[in-house]
Nanobody, 115 residues
Framework: QVQLRESGGGLVQAGGSLTLSCEAS????????MGWYRQAAGKQRELVAH???????FYADSVKGRFTISRDNAKNTIYLQMNSLKAEDKAVYYC?????????WGQGTQVTVSS
């Protein structure tokens, strides 16, 4: 089992920045890949970014160049630095971690971007 707890969401003006954090209940040294997804109202959940244990990253085209995913294995935490936020980035952001053959999700954190 892996419990994930997100934090850092909130209200920000367009063009602003936010940093999301996701702390895991177990050592993330045993979790090869972790990531962030988001779900806007009335839409399906979509991938935002992934990061491997070794630090390799993958980004959705919509956030490439604006968002940065990182992980601190010593703190069992991954981060999502979001810059140049746009109205279309408004969504609930979820932390994801596959482990032991299952997928685990956080409870989500709301990001709202005002124009």
């Amino acid at each position: 089992q892996v419990q994930l707890r997100e934090s850092g969401g909130g209200l920000v003006q367009a063009g602003g920045s936010l940093t999301l954090s996701c702390e895991a209940s177990r050592s993330i040294r045993t979790i090869v890949n972790m990531g962030w997804y988001r779900q806007a109202a009335g839409k399906q959940r979509e991938l935002v970014a992934h990061i491997s244990y070794g630090g390799s990253t993958f980004y959705a085209d919509s956030v490439k160049g604006r968002f940065t995913i990182s992980r601190d294995n010593a703190k069992n935490t991954i981060y999502l630095q979001m810059n140049s936020l746009k109205a279309e980035d408004k969504a609930v952001y979820y932390c994801w971690a596959p482990w032991g053959g299952d997928n685990f999700w956080g409870q989500g954190t709301q990001v709202t971007v005002s124009s």
